[in-house]
């Protein structure tokens, strides 16, 4: 495959990335949608009762396919499994997917995509054919896995170390950030030890009387997340992290108070390898106990508040600047019930499911459209094909050509492989298909979503 030339990749989304990341628009890159890569970096680090529940792995695994919705024309993207026929040509014929597909040489469910292709041959050898001087390897984010694949691939990385990536993702970081610039901070400290634990609980949860959330610096999706209402729940928990701790009396969180919300936000921006910081998106983000359950946007927000969001960008990715750090950034931001604006409650800088909407959302979502990016949580009894989620959602499904789906009511699936995924792997009835819901406000894509979800239920039901 020759290195792309011309304009395929001279607008949109990738090429921001690429010319902030790399200097070049029409670099090639290999996308590896590491999910969870906070799993590896968080391995040696303490950890909270309970942090390590989650839902299949095999599941979570197989989310990377939303990976090929961001590749243009000459880009790759690493698999863990060849993508469904008919979901494939749904892609094709909505210009939503133009990338070269490569798959791991063998599928383990419980591994991810870089973990699978580390331990694949052929497929390195088809990454190593690829080194031309403008090809890079883009991984979700960068853990030491993703620094040995690239190295058996031959390949460089697009961003920065592991080291690097590691330490401004954690949430310490973000709550020493927050609080050196001055940015409006939530009430509560960083704890690294026991006692510093204690003391934070001490005084804003007994003191203070407040419900506090300690969170693990390096936790995701909701896990390694306690919320302690009252001081009998905040001693159980330290005595739990104190036995957890042992002798060396470590602990890495952070405890904040409860703040009761209008909405929680996500915003996206690019740190340049020189620096410079460039806004993207911001979008309403859906939380369900601490865990993501997708997107609505455009948020409905004021124009000031976007704007006191754009500045909070500006000065959040100097500071990674600092830190050595180049890349795509989503932060966490909340407006709180009493029109407080929180800009930073945690720093992703790494790639989120945001991310993977941000170029089929230029091409297909116009200006004055609403979209809820969403999940369907399915009880399958069998494996089922693409084709019968096509038959089951009808004319509510996003199809054909580009021009005919820019403007149109419906929805768009861009993730198919994880619904079946779990019953692949463990034989049980539990499925997820992810979703961009498309239509004239928030009323309507949400009264799109449940029509969609009623018709995929029926189709798992009647299977």
């Given amino acids: 495959m020759s290195a792309p030339q011309g304009t395929a990749a001279a607008g949109g989304f990738t090429a921001r990335l690429k010319s902030a990341l790399v200097g070049d628009p029409t670099a090639r890159f290999v996308y590896v949608n590491n999910f969870e890569v906070e799993r590896v970096w968080g391995r040696d680090e303490p950890g909270l009762p309970g942090a390590g529940l989650s839902f299949s792995s095999a599941t979570v695994n197989r989310i990377e396919e939303v990976g090929v919705l ?48 580390l331990d694949s041959p052929r497929l390195l050898a088809a990454l190593r054919a690829l080194a031309d001087g403008r090809t890079y390897l883009m991984p979700l984010g960068i853990s030491p896995d993703e620094e040995r694949l690239a190295e058996a691939a031959g390949l460089p990385l ?52 407040s419900t506090m959330v300690v969170k693990e610096s390096l936790g995701v999706s909701g896990r390694g997340m306690v919320v302690v209402e009252d001081r009998k729940r905040g001693e159980r928990l330290l005595r739990m992290i104190e036995r957890r701790a042992g002798a060396d009396r470590r ?19 690019v740190v340049g390898r020189d620096g410079e910081v460039r806004f993207e998106t911001v979008k309403t983000a859906l939380t369900e106990n601490g865990v993501h359950r997708g997107h609505l946007f455009p948020p409905a927000l004021r124009p000031d508040r976007i704007d006191e969001l754009r500045a909070a960008a500006e000065v959040i990715g100097k500071q990674l600047a600092v830190a050595g750090y180049f890349g795509l950034v989503g932060v966490d931001a909340l407006l709180a019930a009493d029109g407080t604006l929180y800009p930073c409650l945690e720093i992703n800088a790494r ?76 034989g049980k009835p539990y499925g997820r298909v992810y979703a961009i819901c498309v239509g004239d406000d928030e009323d309507d894509v949400r009264r799109t979503r449940q029509q969609a979800e009623t018709l995929l239920d029926e189709m798992v039901a009647g299977a």
């Avoid at 133009?98 to 383990?108: C, P």
């Avoid at 954690?170 to 510093?196: H, Q």
Wanted: aromatic residues 6%; hydrophobic residues 45%.
């Fill in 70 to 117: 961001l590749a243009d024309e000459h880009d790759v993207v690493v698999l863990k499994d060849a993508v469904d026929p008919g979901y494939a040509g749904y892609l094709t014929a909505l210009g939503a997917a133009d990338g070269v597909r490569l798959t791991v040489d063998r599928n383990v469910p419980s591994r991810s995509v870089t973990e699978d292709a």
């Fill in 351 to 426: 790639f989120n499911m945001a991310t993977y909407q941000n170029r089929i959302a230029e091409r297909l979502i116009t200006d004055g459209r609403h979209a809820l990016a969403t999940t369907f949580d399915l009880r399958p009894t069998r494996v089922h094909g693409f084709e019968e989620v096509r038959a089951a959602l009808g004319e509510l499904l996003l199809d054909g050509p580009p021009s005919s789906a820019r403007g149109a009511r419906g929805v768009l699936i861009n993730n198919f492989a994880t619904l079946n995924a779990m019953f692949q792997a463990e």
């Fill in 158 to 209: 697009a961003g920065p170390s592991a080291a690097v990536c590691k330490e401004v993702n954690g949430k310490i970081f973000s709550r020493e950030l927050v609080d050196a610039t001055g940015l409006p901070a939530v009430p509560g400290a960083v704890c690294r030890t026991v006692e510093e634990l204690a003391a934070a609980l001490d005084v804003h949860l007994v003191r203070a009387g």
């Fill in 251 to 269: 602990a890495s969180v952070v405890v904040e108070r409860w703040i009761d919300k209008q909405a929680d936000l996500n915003y996206q921006f």
